[in-house]
């Protein structure tokens, strides 16, 4: 059985540079292998250069645990293993979604129950689903949603008030754009580390 939160080279080096524990959570990227169905369904440009569907995320002894992970967010109990599998690792921060989306209103809402559960725990996404969460009232403290753009509702992305993030081409024109790096450190992403609502990235 695959593990629930797994932590990768970039949030290790996170972890040691803010003294949190910093864990992942992933599924599919764009769409399940086995079963066809999309779990990035507002995926647009971003899709012709997924990082998460090339490198590690494809080979073959990782590629199964993203799938086992998606099929665990389809059952009931998908919440009080989560909850679990977070005390057990004794993660203090958790990215949501190093690879997939939010494919559900249903999906959300056990995310959404996870973190009420684990108050002191900090949970953090990026996100393409933009529709899915403008039409909620109900996101937790706990739990901070970042825009991505390269979607295909980049137009309901408010930039001058929705925490989002860009990708430029260098580093050079990220800060030029006066957006916070979010490539050394993981968190800058997050309200918790960087008050500002533009959070940057660059192509790899």
């Given at each position: 059985m695959a593990q629930l939160l797994t932590q990768n080279s970039k949030l290790k080096k996170t972890s040691k540079a803010i003294g949190l524990k910093v864990m992942n959570f992933g599924i599919p990227a764009l769409v399940d292998p086995d079963s066809g169905r999309r779990t990035c369904p507002f995926a647009g440009a971003c899709a012709k250069f997924c990082y998460a569907q090339k490198g590690a995320y494809i080979w073959s002894n990782v590629k199964p645990a993203f799938v086992e992970r998606y099929e665990a967010t389809k059952r009931?109990?998908?919440?009080?293993?989560?909850?679990?599998?977070?005390?057990?690792?004794?993660?203090?921060?958790?990215?949501?979604?190093?690879?997939?989306?939010?494919?559900?209103r249903a999906y959300i809402d056990k995310w959404f129950a996870i973190a009420r559960r684990l108050p002191d725990i900090r949970f953090y996404s990026y996100t393409k689903s933009v529709p899915l969460f403008l039409e909620r009232d109900d996101v937790p403290d706990n739990y901070d949603i970042i825009f991505s753009e390269g979607g295909t509702r980049d137009d309901m992305i408010d930039t001058s008030r929705h925490r989002h993030a860009k990708i430029f081409k260098t580093y050079e024109e990220m800060h030029d754009a006066e957006y916070v790096d979010a490539m050394s450190s993981d968190v800058n992403a997050t309200k918790w580390f960087n008050p500002s609502h533009k959070v940057g990235l660059v192509f790899h």
């Open positions: 009931d109990d998908f919440v009080d293993r989560m909850v679990l599998e977070v005390q057990r690792k004794k993660a203090q921060m958790v990215r949501v979604h190093d690879s997939g989306d939010y494919y559900s």
